[in-house]
C-alpha cells in the first residue's frame, strides 16, 4: 500500500465499530489509517440477521445493555442514537423493514450496510491497510502510537481498538484488544459467551427428549432478565431467541458467584396457578387443557414430565398448586453454554470504569481508545449490539 506512514489516528479492526470511527474522524479533518486483518471486511454484518442485518432498534436505551458499569453507555447512546443511524441508512437510499420488538433490518442484503460505511469513509478520506497482521503496539509519550504490521510501521498519536471480542471465531475473532487493554494496563472483565445457547446435562436432555425440536412461546427469566419470546428444546439442551436473551444474564450470575436456574413460564400472560384453578371440576387430562395453550407434544411430554397422568378433577387443591407453580415458573438448571462459536457476542471486554463514558478514551492512558464489543458493555438480542457499535464509534471518531 502506498500511503503516508504517519497518521492522526490510527484504527485496529474495520468492522461496523471501527468504520464508524473512522469515518467520524475523517470528517473531522483527520488523517485515519484503519488496520483490520481480515481478507474479507465486515464478516459479522455481512452474516447478521439471516443476511439482512438487524442494524438497529426503534426502542434502544441504557436499559437494553448489561455491564459491571451499567451507566456508562448512557452518554454514547444520547449522543448517537437509533434515529441518527436510521437517517444514515435513508440517506444511502437504504430499504429496509420492521420486524417483532422494533427489530430494524435491511429489505435486501445486509451487503448495503457495509457499503454505506464503507462509502462514507471513502467520502471522509480513510485510508486502509488490509489484509494486514498486527505484530507490535508501541507508545512513547513524545511520539505517540506505533503499529508494526505486515504492511509496514504506522504511527498516530490516536490509536483506537475496535477489534471486537470472542463469538464467532471462524470469522476471526480473537482476543486481540483484551491483550493489549493488558498490555497498558488496563483492567478486562473476564469474556464469557453471551447470547448463546444453553446446554444442560445428560440427565436433563434424556428427560426432554420427547421435546427435542419443539418451539414455543415463553417468558424465560434469570436474575433482572425477563424476556417473552420463543424457546427451542434441542439435542443438546435449550435455544431459540428467549433462551439467547436470557443466556446473557445466566452467564452473569455465573461470573457474579451466584448461578441461577433458568425459569420458563409457559403460560406467559396468565397466572398459571389460577388458571389450573379454574379448570378444578374438569376432567380433563393436563395435557389436553394445556394444548390449547402449547403444542400437543410439548404439553404432553410436559404433563408426563410432572406425573400428571390424571384428569384435573382428581388432582388434590395441593397438587394443582405445585403444578400451576411448575407452569409458571418452570425451573431449569444450565451446565453450560455453546460456547464463543455459537455465541452473537462477548459478554466482558475492557473494564469501562477505566475509559471515559463521553470520548472512549482510556483515563490512564491519552490517546488509546477502545469501542465496540471489546468494551465491557452487551446488548439485548435485537440490533442493539449493532447500535452500540454505532455509538461508541460515533463517541471515539469526535475526539480521537
Given at each position: 500500500?502506498?500511503?503516508?506512514?504517519?497518521?492522526?489516528?490510527?484504527?485496529?479492526?474495520?468492522?461496523?465499530?471501527?468504520?464508524?470511527?473512522?469515518?467520524?474522524?475523517?470528517?473531522?479533518?483527520?488523517?485515519?489509517?484503519?488496520?483490520?486483518?481480515?481478507?474479507?471486511?465486515?464478516e459479522?454484518?455481512?452474516?447478521?440477521?439471516g443476511?439482512?442485518?438487524?442494524?438497529?432498534?426503534?426502542?434502544?436505551?441504557?436499559?437494553?445493555?448489561l455491564?459491571n458499569?451499567?451507566?456508562?453507555?448512557?452518554?454514547?447512546?444520547?449522543?448517537?442514537?437509533?434515529?441518527?443511524?436510521?437517517?444514515?441508512?435513508?440517506?444511502?437510499?437504504?430499504?429496509?423493514?420492521?420486524?417483532?420488538l422494533?427489530?430494524?433490518?435491511?429489505?435486501?442484503?445486509?451487503?448495503?450496510?457495509i457499503?454505506?460505511?464503507?462509502?462514507?469513509?471513502?467520502?471522509?478520506?480513510?485510508?486502509?491497510?488490509?489484509?494486514?497482521?498486527?505484530?507490535?503496539?508501541?507508545?512513547?509519550?513524545?511520539?505517540?502510537?506505533?503499529?508494526?504490521?505486515?504492511?509496514?510501521?504506522?504511527?498516530?498519536?490516536?490509536?483506537?481498538?475496535?477489534?471486537?471480542?470472542?463469538?464467532?471465531?471462524?470469522?476471526?475473532?480473537?482476543?486481540?484488544?483484551?491483550?493489549?487493554?493488558?498490555q497498558?494496563?488496563?483492567?478486562?472483565?473476564?469474556?464469557?459467551?453471551?447470547?448463546?445457547?444453553?446446554?444442560?446435562?445428560?440427565?436433563?436432555?434424556?428427560?426432554?427428549?420427547?421435546?427435542?425440536?419443539?418451539?414455543?412461546?415463553?417468558?424465560?427469566?434469570?436474575?433482572?432478565?425477563?424476556?417473552?419470546?420463543?424457546a427451542?428444546?434441542?439435542?443438546?439442551?435449550?435455544?431459540?431467541?428467549?433462551?439467547?436473551?436470557?443466556?446473557?444474564?445466566?452467564?452473569?450470575?455465573?461470573?457474579?458467584?451466584?448461578?441461577?436456574?433458568?425459569?420458563?413460564?409457559?403460560?406467559?400472560?396468565?397466572?398459571?396457578?389460577?388458571?389450573?384453578?379454574?379448570?378444578?371440576?374438569s376432567?380433563?387430562?393436563?395435557?389436553?387443557?394445556?394444548?390449547?395453550?402449547?403444542?400437543?407434544?410439548?404439553?404432553?411430554?410436559?404433563?408426563?414430565?410432572?406425573d400428571?397422568?390424571?384428569?384435573?378433577?382428581?388432582?388434590?387443591?395441593?397438587?394443582?398448586?405445585?403444578?400451576?407453580?411448575?407452569?409458571?415458573?418452570?425451573?431449569?438448571?444450565?451446565?453450560?453454554?455453546?460456547?464463543?462459536?455459537k455465541?452473537?457476542?462477548?459478554?466482558?471486554?475492557?473494564?469501562?470504569?477505566?475509559?471515559?463514558?463521553?470520548?472512549?478514551?482510556?483515563s490512564?492512558?491519552?490517546?488509546?481508545?477502545?469501542?465496540?464489543?471489546?468494551?465491557?458493555?452487551?446488548?439485548?438480542?435485537?440490533?442493539?449490539?449493532?447500535q452500540?457499535?454505532?455509538?461508541?464509534?460515533?463517541?471515539?471518531?469526535q475526539f480521537?
Amino acid at each position: 500500500m502506498s500511503a503516508r506512514r504517519s497518521y492522526d489516528v490510527l484504527v485496529i479492526g474495520g468492522g461496523g465499530a471501527g468504520m464508524m470511527c473512522a469515518a467520524a474522524a475523517g470528517r473531522r479533518g483527520r488523517r485515519v489509517l484503519v488496520i483490520d486483518h481480515a481478507a474479507t471486511l465486515a464478516e459479522k454484518i455481512r452474516i447478521s440477521g439471516g443476511g439482512r442485518c438487524n442494524f438497529t432498534n426503534l426502542d434502544v436505551s441504557a436499559a437494553n445493555f448489561l455491564s459491571n458499569n451499567p451507566h456508562f453507555c448512557r452518554s454514547a447512546l444520547a449522543r448517537y442514537g437509533a434515529h441518527d443511524f436510521v437517517a444514515l441508512v435513508e440517506r444511502h437510499g437504504i430499504r429496509y423493514h420492521e420486524k417483532t420488538l422494533g427489530q430494524l433490518f435491511c429489505d435486501d442484503s445486509s451487503q448495503q450496510i457495509i457499503d454505506l460505511l464503507l462509502t462514507e469513509c471513502a467520502d471522509a478520506g480513510v485510508d486502509w491497510a488490509q489484509p494486514a497482521t498486527v505484530h507490535r503496539v508501541d507508545h512513547d509519550a513524545a511520539a505517540g502510537y506505533a503499529v508494526d504490521s505486515s504492511r509496514g510501521r504506522f504511527d498516530a498519536p490516536s490509536l483506537v481498538i475496535a477489534t471486537g471480542g470472542l463469538s464467532i471465531p471462524k470469522i476471526g475473532a480473537t482476543d486481540f484488544g483484551h491483550r493489549l487493554a493488558r498490555q497498558f494496563g488496563l483492567p478486562v472483565i473476564a469474556p464469557r459467551p453471551a447470547l448463546v445457547p444453553l446446554t444442560l446435562s445428560a440427565e436433563a436432555l434424556e428427560a426432554l427428549t420427547p421435546l427435542a425440536g419443539a418451539a414455543f412461546e415463553v417468558i424465560a427469566s434469570c436474575g433482572a432478565g425477563r424476556f417473552r419470546e420463543r424457546a427451542l428444546v434441542t439435542h443438546r439442551g435449550l435455544s431459540g431467541p428467549a433462551i439467547l436473551q436470557i443466556s446473557s444474564y445466566w452467564q452473569a450470575a455465573c461470573a457474579a458467584g451466584r448461578p441461577e436456574p433458568v425459569r420458563l413460564d409457559l403460560l406467559p400472560g396468565q397466572d398459571a396457578r389460577g388458571w389450573l384453578g379454574a379448570h378444578a371440576d374438569s376432567g380433563a387430562l393436563l395435557a389436553t387443557l394445556l394444548s390449547e395453550h402449547l403444542p400437543r407434544r410439548v404439553a404432553q411430554a410436559w404433563a408426563q414430565l410432572h406425573d400428571a397422568a390424571r384428569p384435573v378433577n382428581r388432582l388434590s387443591a395441593a397438587e394443582r398448586d405445585a403444578l400451576g407453580d411448575a407452569l409458571g415458573a418452570w425451573s431449569l438448571a444450565p451446565s453450560g453454554t455453546q460456547g464463543y462459536a455459537k455465541a452473537e457476542v462477548t459478554l466482558g471486554g475492557v473494564d469501562t470504569r477505566a475509559l471515559s463514558s463521553k470520548t472512549m478514551e482510556a483515563s490512564a492512558q491519552p490517546g488509546l481508545y477502545f469501542i465496540g464489543e471489546v468494551v465491557d458493555v452487551t446488548g439485548h438480542l435485537g440490533g442493539y449490539n449493532f447500535q452500540w457499535a454505532w455509538s461508541s464509534g460515533h463517541a471515539a471518531g469526535q475526539f480521537a
